[in-house]
């Protein structure tokens, strides 16, 4: 684990962040508090691809006819 002042961590950020980038741990301290430099992973974005289109699963889906008419359960809420 490296720690060391901001002061000094300026100078020698580069050196710093191949540290991080190997794995290690980098500590900078300034008045009482401590920072951590980490290394945050880049995430490829996920390729396109398609465009959903509207009517794609016809046929797949079954509405039934009653699907709008009320729950038989709420009837007696209903009335």
């Given at each position: ?19 991080a ?8 301290e ?17 390729p396109?691809?398609?465009?959903p ?14 699907f ?12």
């Amino acid at each position: 684990m490296i720690r060391i002042s901001v002061e000094e961590a300026q100078k020698r950020f580069g050196e710093l962040l191949t540290a991080a980038r190997a794995g290690e741990i980098v500590e900078l301290e300034q008045n009482g508090d401590t920072f951590r430099l980490t290394v945050v992973p880049s995430r490829p974005r996920p390729p396109v691809t398609a465009v959903p289109k509207a009517g794609r699963l016809k046929g797949q889906l079954v509405v039934p006819n009653d699907f709008d008419e009320p729950l038989e359960e709420l009837r007696e809420y209903m009335e």
